[in-house]
């Protein structure tokens, strides 16, 4: 049956590369997913939670710097001496919270009193501060409705009464209560290489529908069925078929990757091409499967472009989701995206674990999709 199936698969192969949705899907696509790790090579982030971020003037913007997984918090430090500087790394340095200090010695209180209420307006923060030389005339104000802003009141109390003194910081820690998160700020150029090489797999599938679906109005379906060929092993022909171009395109992102790649990601070659294989096994097969129940490729096309955009959405590729709700958290973790960050995730931090994340969660999507797809195979022969 394997033989069989074997030389299916490679007739089928030699047509699917002469088409120009392979160009397209198998080559070009592939290849600017990879270059899209590139795409924040230039930009910093902000990743320190040991030092406050100085602003060079009271008017810089810190709407691209913000670490939107901490409370952010201007700072007009109206003194700018020891004393202050504690107080600020000593807030920073709780973990929970973001501090941005601008020098406003030369300001007056009406100048600072406009510029905050500016900055109220215009950046995404949470409080704002006005530090002053008695403890008694610091200002604090709330931006926003964030439960987070009684915390940080009493931490900036404890920090002004101890003047600032980091032994006597307040103990604050920021833990998640789901386990396993995802820094966004350190996995987003792997992100935005995985939102669009899922792009490149789905429609990979789309091709292999197209086959499928002329097969069986041409008849050859049918006739494979009169030679040894079985109904089991023309399925795993397509199981073989999708794996191959799956390969075929992981390993033209990886030899992008070695090659034209600028920046390091945190994680090896093998683990790239890990993830984005068994990623693009389980997209290859979920719009080939889907595809098998609408019978149509124009219908399998909207459908598989739907599935790519609202997955690579809902997983949280394009932007940072941990302050999301809790019922958008257990969306996204329905979507393998969102896993293959995950195992990112631990790759990074040095965590073998996500090795045996990676497979499991591949292989159970993997089962659901071969169920999916042996019903819709049934659901064509009745028609």
């Keep these: 049956m394997f033989i069989n199936a074997l030389k299916m698969a490679k007739s089928t192969w030699k047509l699917i590369i002469r088409s120009k949705g392979f160009i397209v899907f198998g080559l070009v696509l592939p290849i600017l997913a990879t270059l899209f790790i590139n795409l924040w090579f230039r930009t910093p982030t902000v990743e320190s939670t040991e030092s406050v971020y100085e602003l060079s003037s009271i008017d810089e913007q810190i709407v691209y710097q913000v670490d939107f997984s901490r409370y952010t918090v201007k700072v007009y430090d109206t003194v700018m ?3 202050t500087d504690n107080i600020c790394n000593n807030l920073n340095s709780a973990g929970m919270f973001q501090i941005y200090r601008a020098d ?8 600072i009193r406009e510029n905050y209420e500016k900055t109220a307006m215009n950046e995404r923060i949470g409080a704002v501060v006005v530090l002053r030389e008695n403890e008694e005339d610091t200002e604090l104000f709330s931006v926003g409705d964030d439960e987070r802003f009684d915390m940080f009141r009493d931490s900036l109390e404890t920090a002004l009464a101890n003047d600032g003194k980091t032994h006597d910081a307040p103990d ?7 386990g396993d998160e995802v820094d966004y700020y350190e996995t987003r150029n792997f992100s935005y290489c995985l939102a669009f090489a899922s792009l490149s797999f789905v429609f990979g599938g789309v091709l292999i529908l197209s086959t499928v679906l002329s097969e069986k109005k041409d008849k050859v379906f049918s006739r494979l069925m009169l030679t040894k060929a079985t109904k089991a092993g023309y399925l795993l ?5 999708s794996a191959s171009l799956s390969l075929f395109q992981t390993v033209i992102m990886t030899l992008c990757f070695l090659s034209l790649v600028k920046v390091d990601i ?3 070659a093998l683990q790239f091409f890990l993830v984005l294989f068994l990623i693009g096994m389980v997209f ?6 889907i595809g098998l129940y ?5 219908s399998a096309s909207v459908a598989s472009f739907v599935i790519w955009s609202t997955s690579a959405l809902l997983a949280g ?3 940072d989701i941990s302050q999301a709700t809790e019922l958008y958290k257990k969306v996204a973790l329905l979507m393998p995206q969102r896993w293959a960050l995950f195992a990112v995730s631990r790759f990074m931090g040095g965590d073998s674990s996500g090795y045996s994340l990676i497979l499991c969660v591949s292989a159970a999507y993997l089962v659901i999709i071969f169920v999916v797809g042996v019903l819709g195979l049934r659901l064509q022969e009745e028609e």
């Design 104 to 111: 406003a010695t030369a300001l007056t209180d009406e100048e």
């Design 266 to 268: 945190g994680i090896t």
């Design 237 to 241: 022909s397509k199981i073989i078929l």
């Design 317 to 319: 590729t394009y932007f």
């Design 81 to 83: 001496n020891d004393r």
């Design 284 to 289: 290859n097969l979920m719009s080939l499967c």
């Design 294 to 298: 609408f019978n149509s490729l124009v």
């Design 172 to 178: 604050i820690t920021f833990v998640s209560g789901e």
